[in-house]
């Protein structure tokens, strides 16, 4: 088994469509960051998660970006 901590970045470009698009911003985004996290790891085994951080740093960036593209949220930081 593998416990980890993470750390959540995000901006919301539009603070009007985020309001309306999604109740709680910031109560939604960190469980599906959580969810998408156990997902892309569950597909590799510990040697290709040491070996591939960048590879899994872009499947969560690109599955994170289309989740919430229409809250107008945006990760926060640029690799």
């Given at each position: 088994m593998i416990n980890m901590d993470g750390v959540v970045y995000y901006r919301v470009l539009?603070?009007?469509?985020?309001?309306?698009?999604?109740t709680n911003a910031d109560s939604t985004t960190r469980p599906l960051t959580q969810i998408t996290l156990k997902n892309v790891l569950c597909t590799k085994n510990l040697s290709h998660i040491?070996?591939?951080?960048?590879?899994?740093?872009?499947?969560m960036q690109y599955t994170m970006d289309d989740a919430t593209n229409n809250w107008r949220i945006s990760r926060g930081c640029e690799n």
């Open positions: 539009n603070a009007t469509l985020a309001a309306v698009n999604i040491l070996y591939d951080r960048e590879e899994i740093a872009h499947d």
